[in-house]
């Protein structure tokens, strides 16, 4: 084999199949298309889900709950993690809990929980704390800060309602 086999057979600049060009031409009569149905009709589009005519797996599977998209979407992030994550004495902020690799994704506000022991003074700012999370933080030295959230439910609900209008 040489080098200049690997290029054989490939052109750059294909010339366009030209269809309905008559019987001689390879794709003349129904220009590709074959006969009859759906797809041989111009205009045709076919859903993304449809499977042939069966019941479509969108439709096959159970669904289940409900999904509120006003709701908030509440991060967690337990005690031993923060003390996992933190030296004593830090300052823990939701910037520095994202770049840390600790809260991802997207979400409206942090809460902390209670799960796990803390041996660190640490200053938490937080939306959010639990009953636990909070006692087990003040007992070990540290300090709980609250910050209001980013936009309240009305203003998540008018957010919404621009975002569909739009």
Do not use: C
């Not at 942090?110 to 200053?123: M, N, R």
Request: aromatic fraction near 4%; proline fraction near 4%; hydrophobic fraction near 30%.
């Amino acid at each position: 084999m040489n080098l200049e086999d690997v290029h054989r057979g490939i052109t750059k600049h294909k010339p366009r199949k030209r269809i309905g060009r008559g019987p001689g031409s390879g794709t003349g009569k129904t220009s590709g298309r074959g006969h009859k149905g759906h797809k041989s009709r111009s205009g045709y589009s076919r859903k993304p889900v449809f499977q042939g005519g069966a019941m479509p797996m969108i439709r096959r599977i159970p669904k289940r709950g409900f999904h509120n998209k006003w709701g908030v979407e509440v991060f967690a992030v337990n005690v031993a993690t923060l003390d996992k994550a933190f030296e004593d004495g830090d300052e823990v902020t939701l910037e520095i809990l994202s770049e840390k690799h600790i809260a991802k994704g997207t979400f409206d506000e942090v809460k902390i929980l209670g799960d796990g022991e803390l041996t660190k003074k640490l200053t938490v700012t937080a939306h959010r704390f639990s009953k636990q999370a909070e006692e087990k933080i003040t007992k070990a030295g540290g300090t709980v800060n609250r910050i209001a959230p980013k936009r309240t439910p009305k203003e998540r609900v008018a957010a919404l309602k621009n975002e569909q209008s739009s």
